[in-house]
């Protein structure tokens, strides 16, 4: 079992930016790949940005692309996720999620909540 747990969320004014944080106990995640998703009110879940298991692969939802930074640090066994030039549409709960291999993701915090004012 992967317990994760997210810090960073926050209230911020547009054009601001936030670090949020994924620390993983139960088990290391040197081998899982790491994702953060957010979910917005009134929304379905979306995905925002995934990373590797070594951290030589990033992937990003298109509206974020140069905006948001996802990295890790495996010794710590943390999942970090930059956001810079925050957008009132950013405003959701961010949620760290972990998956082993080719699997869907199996392991999710209980997400942090990020507001962004206009």
């Known amino acids: 079992q992967v317990q994760l747990v997210e810090s960073g969320g926050g209230l911020v004014q547009a054009g601001g930016s936030l670090r949020l944080s994924c620390v993983a106990s139960?088990?290391?995640?040197?081998?899982?790949?790491m994702g953060w998703f957010r979910q917005a009110p009134g929304k379905e879940r979306e995905f925002v940005a995934a990373?590797?298991?070594?951290?030589?692969?990033?992937y990003y939802l298109d509206s974020v692309k140069g905006r948001f930074t996802i990295s890790r640090d495996n010794a710590k066994n943390t999942v970090s996720l930059q956001m810079s030039s925050l957008k009132p549409e950013d405003t959701a709960d961010y949620y760290c999620?972990?998956?082993?291999?080719?699997?869907?993701?199996?392991?999710w915090g209980q997400g942090t909540r990020v507001t962004v004012s206009s």
């Open positions: 999620a972990a998956r082993f291999g080719s699997s869907w993701y199996d392991y």
């Open positions: 139960g088990r290391t995640i040197s081998s899982y790949h």
């Open positions: 990373i590797s298991w070594s951290g030589q692969s990033t």
